[in-house]
């Protein structure tokens, strides 16, 4: 049938603009045979109790529309949790229940940017903030991080002089880096008497190795006014397919927030969010069990990328993924191509931002065993080239 041309199909702007900047990578469909050293995804299923919570909600007949802005248990329960974060009182209207942490993001920046405005992040970070400033039509402006992987805090207030926003994660999708608070501190300094709004990003934020605690940017008191904090179930406790999240920040930007995931979303389902109600309140033991567990495959997979020529990792502080960088000539997309070819499959590091390039992301949230055989064929992917 001969195509009317008037009638043929062009993409959207949007979608132009999105895949003319994007670095995401859609890799191909796994193998049996294929170790996966990919996944941003634990290995661990869901505690038991939180499914029972769900099977709770079935009986009791929590199959319709819940409210949009989330179930007002789970968001009173959100609030209290935040307000002890934040060493301030924080109120249930300001927190909106997402579709995942990742609509969460969605609804903030394109709630939020308009067309042309400027939206920093750090360069390599995780590669959904892009796209997202991309289909907002905002300009995204990538300020490469320290060698250690730490921003280079002159380097970011020279990007952030006029910029709409800053948007980073705490703990660091792909680092592994726990940015501490003497940086959270003077991120808040040099935005002192700005209009510029911090996206901190803490899906990892139980998920932390260091000695010193964890501190989120809530509990910065120069960032007060400023800070849209966004979270979510998937990680800590093993919830990636519950799709339940949530954000809080300036009830003006949680509004607008709010008006872009009613449009796009509609209301999460309330048999999951009364799952994470009971994430909520009985999952603290499962988050250290699981913690526990990730320490062990974080030294194993650090003991063994140690043992091979040409390859050097820092020691993660948090999250589940390493980010060693490579000696050989050769691009990191290409990289993973022939490491799949020798049975494992890790991320380039060039999706998470131009510095990116010479590393490759490798996540330890396999199991011990997948982390032992895909090391020993990372190594002998390596020695080939």
């Known amino acids: 049938m001969t195509v009317n041309e008037e009638l043929r199909f062009h993409p959207s702007q949007s979608v132009l603009r999105i895949e003319s900047t994007s670095r995401r990578v859609q890799q191909p469909q796994s193998t049996p045979d294929l170790v996966s050293l990919a996944m941003g995804e634990p290995n661990f299923e869901t505690p038991a109790q939180i499914c029972g919570a769900a099977v709770r909600a079935l009986d009791d007949g929590r199959t319709h529309y819940s409210p949009l802005a989330g179930e ?52 390599p970070t995780y590669s959904l903030y892009s796209d997202l400033i991309s289909m907002a039509g ?47 501190d003077a991120l808040g300094e040099m935005l ?16 932390v190795y260091t000695p010193e605690p964890f501190t989120s940017a809530l509990g910065v008191p120069s960032l007060r006014g400023r800070t849209v904090y966004c979270q979510t179930f998937s990680k800590s406790y093993a919830m990636t397919g519950w799709r339940v999240g949530y954000v809080w920040g300036p009830r003006d930007v949680i509004a607008a927030a709010s008006r872009v995931h009613a ?7 309330g048999v999951n969010q009364f799952a994470a109600l009971a994430a909520l309140r009985t999952g603290e033991a499962d988050v250290r069990r699981m913690l526990t567990a990730y320490r062990r495959r974080r030294a194993l997979m650090l003991e063994g990328l140690a043992g091979i020529p040409g390859l050097a990792a820092s020691s993660p502080e948090g999250a589940f993924y390493l980010f060693p960088r490579y000696d050989a000539d050769i691009p990191s997309s290409d990289l993973v191509g022939r490491l799949r070819s020798a049975g494992v499959a890790v991320r380039p590091g060039s999706e998470f931002g131009a510095h990116g390039e010479q590393h490759i992301r490798l996540s330890y949230a396999a199991s011990e065993e997948e982390i032992t055989e895909g090391i020993k064929r990372l190594a002998a992917g390596l020695s080939s080239l």
């Not at 449009?263 to 389902?269: A, E, H, L, R, Y």
Request: glycine share 12%.
């Open 72 to 123: 007002p248990a789970l968001r009173e329960a959100l609030a209290e949790k935040l307000s002890a974060q934040a060493g301030e009182e924080l109120q249930p209207a300001d927190v909106l229940v997402t579709q995942g942490g990742t609509a969460g993001l969605a609804a903030v920046i394109l709630g939020v940017v308009d067309p042309g405005d400027n939206v920093v992040i750090p360069d």
């Open 138 to 184: 905002g300009e995204c402006v990538p300020v490469p991080l320290r060698d250690d992987l730490h921003w280079d805090l002159a380097a970011l207030e020279d990007a952030l002089g006029g910029a709409r926003m800053f948007v980073f994660c705490n703990p660091s999708n792909p680092t592994g880096i726990v940015h501490t608070r003497a940086e959270l």
């Open 192 to 207: 002192a008497g700005t209009g510029t709004l911090v996206l901190s990003d803490e899906a990892y934020s139980d998920l």
């Open 263 to 269: 449009t796009f979303n509609g209301s999460v389902g």
